[in-house]
């Protein structure tokens, strides 16, 4: 299990397990015979074999009919090996190997423009720490939340010991006496967004509490999309007579 | 994919059993025919699913908004015909209908006797869904 670092309402922290775990699904695919089937990568093409094929010149009618006639895309030593381990790599325009890539993610406003470029090869994970993801002291009402959040990842968090117990038990407590959800976060204020990995997507954080005697859930509701219409498409559902509250 | 005895195996080829080895009931495209919002559930039983797909139903007139109002309705959604199904949500926001597709999550309740651990190489963590099997959907 993960670790996570986080504080609660009185700002006492302590360092917890988290955990995801979904519903096993009910049907599998099998082969006709009932037996498994078994997932293998292959290797196709290597990157030296398709530049061959496109520096021999002519048209793409020529290259295909060179491919047709003598296989010249097929190396018998290479192509239809398993693979096992792999790793993405990125390459330049001359297909060699970058080492040194900038990644940026791009926000994009609901019309499809872009907001901004976030470059985040330079932001961390930030669930494990030496700063706990805070309590904001803003809570939701739950039916509010799932009306205006995607919510896409949810985790449990766990107790690894019997102090850590006691402080998730009454996290859940709060949450479940009040039935609402807390939101969290990055930061000395809490106002940061959680990052689950480096330069992975920025989430806002939900906690839900729920308890039955001396038992407790806390669930950590993770959402990165907003449940929003673009401005163009409200005006236009408007502009039919729709009432948009 | 490949056969026990290393054979090329089509995905056309495979057939769906249950876990009891017999044949699965599979539904049908959602789009084939007309879904009945039959079951409502409650804020609780939304909230332990993972959310993996969502859509604006632009077309739903107002009478249907209307008729789900506060309430969440559920059916089981399949996109392509012959699937296990998963859990599509239907809601009102802000005026407008969506349909949230989701897949479910094991919460426990916990008790003191049921502590967790840390693992202790958790720097290589990579954000991925590898748990998830969406080679239903």
């Known amino acids: 299990m993960r670790p996570i670092h986080i504080a609660d309402a009185k700002k006492r922290d302590a360092e917890v397990a988290f955990h995801v775990h979904y519903e096993k699904r009910n049907v599998k695919m099998v082969l006709p015979d009932g037996t498994e089937k078994i997932n293998v990568k292959i290797l196709k093409s290597t990157v030296d074999i398709e530049r061959s094929l496109f520096t021999v010149g002519g048209t793409m009618a020529d290259i295909a009919q060179k491919i047709i006639d003598g296989d010249p895309e097929i190396d018998m030593e290479l192509i239809g090996k398993k693979l096992n381990h792999t790793h993405k790599l990125y390459v330049d325009k001359n297909d060699n190997i970058a080492y040194r890539v900038n990644m940026f993610q791009r926000v994009m406003n609901p019309d499809g423009t872009e907001r901004e470029r976030r470059d985040i090869n330079k932001v961390p994970s930030n669930v494990n720490a030496e700063i706990p993801l805070r309590w904001t002291g803003k809570r939701f009402d739950k039916s509010e939340a799932v009306r205006k959040y995607i919510f896409s990842k949810k985790y449990q968090l766990r107790h690894v010991n019997g102090v850590t117990y006691d402080f998730l038990y009454n996290m859940a407590k709060d949450l479940h006496e009040t039935d609402s959800l807390m939101l969290i976060g990055g930061g000395k204020k809490g106002s940061d967004p959680i990052m689950l990995s480096r330069g992975g997507a920025a989430y806002r954080g939900f906690l839900e509490g729920r308890v039955d005697g001396d038992r407790y859930c806390l669930i950590l509701h993770l959402t990165n999309i907003e449940m929003k219409l673009p401005d163009d498409l409200i005006l236009s559902i408007r502009s039919r007579g729709c009432n948009m509250g | ?137």
């Not at chain 2, 290393?6 to 539904?27: K, Q, S």
């Not at chain 2, 959310?51 to 009478?63: E, K, M, R, V």
């Open chain 2, 1 to 137: 994919m490949l056969s026990e005895k290393g054979n090329w195996v089509n995905r056309d080829e495979l057939v769906a059993v249950a876990e009891d080895e017999t044949p699965a009931d599979l539904v049908g495209s959602s789009f084939d025919s007309v879904m009945d919002l039959r079951r409502k559930v409650d804020i609780k039983e939304f909230m332990d699913h993972s959310i993996t797909l969502f859509y604006h139903l632009g077309d739903a007139d107002q009478s249907l908004i209307k008729a789900v109002g506060n309430s969440i309705y559920v059916f089981e959604y399949c996109y392509f015909d012959g699937c296990e199904g998963f859990p599509a949500f239907v809601m009102v926001s802000e005026g407008s209908l969506f349909m949230l597709i989701g897949v479910k999550n094991l919460f426990e309740m916990l008790s003191l006797e049921q502590p967790g651990w840390i693992d202790e190489d958790t720097d290589d963590y990579e954000e991925n869904d590898e748990e998830l099997d969406f080679s239903m959907l």
